[in-house]
Each structure stands twice: as structure tokens, then as C-alpha cells.
């Protein structure tokens, strides 16, 4: 028995631990460690509900809007305030925006260097690397001319030590690419990250500015007027319009067709990283407004053991629902460690009992992880990609059936291979197109309202403290591109008493549960093979193929609570 420690794991935002139990060249047991802490929770009692976005935003730069939309709904719950159709639109739109980039980001600079060998790009031939590249894509820089002038590009840049990627694992027996695969990887790896760039000013057209766009209580900070040069004009209108017609080209002629084609090469990983059979998803994307999830084109439910002829209801508001566990996490409760609380009762005490870092094993600690574990009626859930499309597939949207359907026959695997680390790298491309078509769905809907100047953006009924009620709770839902996110709110006098982020990482990376069940990312890595113990790559696919975010996970503070910075939003 060997015990195989990644600390840190790279390529994701974030601090995270993980140990491996390898026994004969299987993994046969893990364990996630979150080994940062913020307080964000902290940060916002006392504050003005209307201010919380701003803040919760800015617990991550990876997920720029994702926190903001869901902080808004979460106030908009609790005081029962409605957002004007137009608003509810350019959400839409920045929300499929973001899970658009993301997406692309997270397959080429977060997780394409576990499956693409950079170093074996520089033995292709780059006349058959256009070759290959124009047998799948239409894109126009898919020569043998521009292969050639990327393949260079990795020639000095091995020449200097290959920077950055200096300790990858390059040559390792895992890695099962041709070298014209490998090099048409990397050049597209660089264009993504120019392409990814402009993507964003959408979000910029309408929110301001991004990372982190500005978002209303009511609706949307911008106001739409063709004419005016301080609105969003048809100027602005024609940008958009672009860069969705530009980002559509990238999505459907680079990063599916290089999806496709790695997975070709890897269909043996649709045996391993299966992990949990459970799936949650609180769906998003309203198209009748946010109060009627039924009519959402991701749906909201649950899918346990894998069955897709039930979906089960999901009500984040129900006390017995959703509960949030310290068993193995450096917490304490005050009504002691083996009880679970609901988000609107959550506390965060810290509570620090571990080794002191450096450490070799986390072996013989209760808790070992600065996440809490959260359940959906005592159970482990899955959320993510994979889990939206499990349960929309199951709830019967077609548009999500179809596509999977599709995708599947082009590899010519069966649903069954969806249920592992390949199916999640995939589910996820499969999110970002069914994203790219509902965003130039939602864009066309936008010009039409503008058309007939329908073209409200806030509703400021009840936007004045002294209209709320003495105490209101709430409760903002969506589905982030890593997944299932609740933002939790309770309101006292007309500021925070009381809010807590239950986001996609706390579900899949968490420490086991006083049942000793394990999350998403340590069920995963049981049965995974590690050809070379000094380098496990196979860990970093699985665990990449969540997308992992631990500064979102892990909720400033010095460990004896000493005061460290102050920061005014005044």
C-alpha cells in the first residue's frame, strides 16, 4: 500500500490537498482536503442585503458573475421582488456568456495538459497535423503553415525549460495522443486564450466591466436605447451581436471538435472516475421568469442511483432538505459537530484541529478539510455539467436529449460512459453548445423587445428598506458552470442577520460525513489506475474533470481571530 499526496493541486482556483491510498496500482481509497479558509460569511452581517453581490461576487475572479446573479435572487426571494422580462433576458445572456468562457477555459488551461502531451507535439508533422485538423473543422487556421509556426513556438520555449510546464509529466505512459493531436491541442490552447478575451465584453456591454460585472436588486445596472450614447445603443447591440457570432464559430469549429477528438483517444477512461450515482441540479435559465422552474432550460431535481425514469422534486427551502455537516471539517456548531444545519441556520465557527502544515498524511485526524459537507436528504449529491445534463435528461428536455444522444453516437459509446471522468469532460462540452445556442436565443429575444422598445430593466417596488418586512429570508438559486450554487439570506432591521454560500465544490469536494460516506471527488478516485506513483496523473484527470474551485469552497481569518484588514464599500 502506497499513500500518493497532491498538494497543491494545480491548474484549478484555489488550495487543494488530495491523498490516495494506491494498492497494487488501483486507487482503493482518498481523501479532499480544502486546506484555505475565508470568512465571507463573517463579512457580510450587518451589511445592507442590496450591497451583498458586490461582495460575494468577489469570492472568486474565475466565476465572475455567477456569485452576483445568485446574491440578487437570493434578496429578491426574500422581499418578493419581481424582475422585468428584459432584465430577466440580459441575465440570461451574461449567465450563458460566462458559462461559454468558462468552459473553454477550464478544457484547454485547466484540464487539456492531463490528456495533451506538449512536449510529443514537437515529433508532429505539421502538414498532417492540418491534415487531421481540417478532416473535423472548418477553421481557418487550421494550416500546415500556422502548425509549423506553433510547433517553433514550443521549440524555443523547450529550449528555455518549457517555463511554467517545466514539471509536467511529459513522456508519461498515460498520455495517448498522436503528436499531430498533441501539437493541434497546443496551438488551439493559444488561441484560446486570445479568443477568451474578447468573449467577456459582453459582459462588459452590459454589466460594466468584467471580472466582476455590476448587477441590481430588481434587475439589470443598464438602461437600453439605440439612440443614446450613454445607453446601450445599436453600436453596443452590433458588438454583441459579433462577438456571439465569433464566439459560435470557436465553440463549434475548435473546442467540440477538439473535444471529440481527444476523447476518441481515451474511451478506456469511460471505466474510471464514475464516482457517486446521485445527481443534483437546481436549474437555470428561466424563460418565464425565475419564479417557475418548470419552464427552465435546465431543469431542477435529483437523480438518485442513476435512475432516469424519476426526478425527484428539490426544495432548497425545506429545512430537511438540504443540510450543511462538520463532522470532518475544521468547524464546530454550536449545537455540537454531529448535527446537520440548513443554510438559513448555518454557522461559521472555525474551529482548527489538524496537523500543522507542512504535513505528510492526514491519516488520524476526525476532520481534515476547511469545507463543510453538505447532503441532500443524508445523501452524497454530484453537481456540475454532468449532473445538469442527467437530470435534464431525465425531466425529458429534448433539446438536452438530443445533443447527448448525438454526441454519443459520434463516439460510439453508450449513455452509460457519461458516468465517469470522460463523460464529465464531455458533459461539460455539451454544456457550453447547448449555452452557445440559448445565448443567441436569448440575444434574438433581446433585439425583438428592443424592436417594439419593450425595454424595462429594474423594478423598484420594493427597493426601499422601510417597504420591507422586520425579518424575510431567502433563498437565490442557479447553476454556476461548476454547478448546483445556493446563496441563503436572512434579514433583520433592513441589514444581513445572517448568509451562507452552499457552492458546487462544498458538494463534490468535501471531507466524508459522520456516515463515513464520501463526496464527489473522493468516490471518483476509487478504481482509478496510477501507472507512476511520482506521477499521478490519472489523480489530476478525474479531479480536474470537476473543475475545482476552493476559493469559493473554503469560507480571512487568522486562526486565533485576530483582525487583519478592513476594507469600505462606502
Not at 484541529?353 to 463543510?372: D, I, Q, R, V
Not at 454532468?386 to 437530470?391: F, N, Q, T
Not at 449513455?415 to 452557445?436: E, I, Y
Not at 470537476?546 to 481569518?557: E, G, Q, T
Amino acid at each position: 500500500m502506497t499513500r500518493v499526496v497532491v498538494d497543491p493541486v494545480t491548474r484549478i482556483e484555489g488550495h487543494l490537498r488530495i491523498e490516495a491510498v494506491v494498492e497494487n496500482g488501483v486507487i482503493t481509497d482518498a481523501f479532499s482536503a480544502g486546506t484555505m479558509v475565508r470568512g465571507l460569511e463573517k463579512i457580510l452581517i450587518g451589511r445592507d442585503p442590496r450591497d451583498a453581490w458586490a461582495i460575494t461576487e468577489r469570492v472568486c475572479g474565475v466565476c465572475t458573475t455567477v456569485h452576483a446573479l445568485t446574491s440578487v435572487r437570493a434578496v429578491e426571494s426574500a422581499l418578493g421582488i419581481s424582475v422585468p422580462p428584459t432584465a430577466e433576458l440580459i441575465r440570461n445572456i451574461m449567465m450563458t456568456t460566462q458559462y461559454v468562457q468558462d468552459h473553454v477555459i477550464h478544457f484547454y488551461h485547466l484540464h487539456a495538459l492531463d490528456w495533451v502531451d506538449i512536449v510529443n507535439a514537437l515529433k508532429a508533422d505539421p502538414k498532417k497535423a492540418a491534415e487531421l485538423a481540417q478532416s473535423f473543422s472548418k477553421w481557418d487556421k487550421n494550416t500546415a503553415a500556422y502548425f509549423s509556426s506553433v510547433q517553433d513556438k514550443i521549440k524555443a520555449f523547450a529550449a528555455s525549460g518549457l517555463g511554467i510546464f517545466a514539471n509536467g509529466y511529459w513522456g508519461h505512459p498515460a498520455y495517448k495522443l498522436p503528436p499531430e493531436a498533441n501539437l493541434i491541442a497546443v496551438a488551439h490552447y493559444l488561441d484560446a486564450l486570445e479568443w477568451q478575451k474578447e468573449i467577456v465584453k459582453i459582459h462588459t456591454v452590459f454589466g460594466g466591466k468584467n471580472p466582476h460585472p455590476n448587477y441590481l436588486v430588481g434587475g439589470v445596472p443598464c438602461s437600453i436605447d439605440v439612440n443614446e450614447v450613454a445607453a446601450i445603443n445599436s453600436e453596443r447591440l452590433n458588438l454583441v451581436s459579433k462577438l456571439i457570432s465569433h464566439a459560435d464559430e470557436f465553440i463549434n469549429e475548435v473546442y467540440i471538435p477538439d473535444l471529440l477528438t481527444v476523447a476518441s483517444f481515451y474511451k478506456d477512461w469511460a471505466n474510471y472516475g464514475g464516482g457517486l450515482s446521485n445527481y443534483l441540479s437546481y436549474g437555470e435559465f428561466p424563460t418565464k421568469g425565475y419564479g417557475q422552474p418548470e419552464s427552465f432550460k435546465y431543469a431542477r431535481g435529483v437523480v438518485l442511483n442513476r435512475d432516469l425514469s424519476t426526478v425527484h422534486p428539490v426544495n432548497a427551502r425545506d429545512s430537511q432538505e438540504i443540510k450543511e455537516y462538520i463532522a470532518s471539517s475544521w468547524y464546530s456548531y454550536d449545537g455540537g459537530d454531529s448535527v446537520g444545519l440548513h443554510p438559513w441556520a448555518g454557522e461559521t465557527n472555525l474551529n482548527y484541529t489538524g496537523p500543522k502544515p507542512p504535513f505528510e498524511t492526514l491519516a488520524g485526524y476526525e476532520k481534515y478539510s476547511f469545507l463543510k459537507t453538505p447532503r441532500w436528504k443524508e445523501q452524497a449529491m454530484e453537481v456540475g455539467p454532468l449532473a445538469r445534463l442527467v437530470v435534464s435528461y431525465a425531466a425529458g428536455r429534448t433539446d438536452v436529449q438530443e445533443l447527448v444522444k448525438d454526441t454519443l453516437g459520434k463516439l460510439n459509446v453508450p449513455v452509460g460512459a457519461l458516468f465517469s471522468t470522460l463523460g464529465r469532460t464531455a458533459a461539460r462540452g455539451l454544456d457550453a453548445a447547448l449555452a452557445m445556442i440559448w445565448l443567441k436565443e436569448y440575444f434574438a429575444e433581446l433585439m425583438g423587445r428592443v424592436k417594439i422598445n419593450e425595454v424595462s430593466t429594474f423594478n423598484g417596488e420594493f427597493w426601499e428598506p422601510k417597504s420591507w418586512p422586520k425579518d424575510a429570508e431567502g433563498v437565490g438559486l442557479t447553476e454556476a458552470p461548476r454547478g448546483s450554487l445556493a446563496h441563503y439570506i436572512k434579514i433583520h432591521d433592513g441589514a444581513i442577520a445572517n448568509y451562507q454560500l452552499v457552492v458546487p465544490t462544498t458538494w463534490n469536494g468535501s471531507p466524508r460525513d459522520a456516515k463515513q460516506q464520501r463526496s464527489s471527488f473522493e468516490q471518483a478516485l476509487i478504481g482509478t489506475p496510477v501507472a507512476k506513483i511520482d506521477e499521478p496523473v490519472e489523480i489530476l484527470r478525474t479531479i480536474h474533470s470537476f473543475d475545482p474551485c476552493l476559493a469559493c469552497a473554503v469560507h480571512l481569518y487568522d486562526p486565533q481571530g485576530k483582525h487583519l484588514h478592513q476594507v469600505s464599500f462606502e
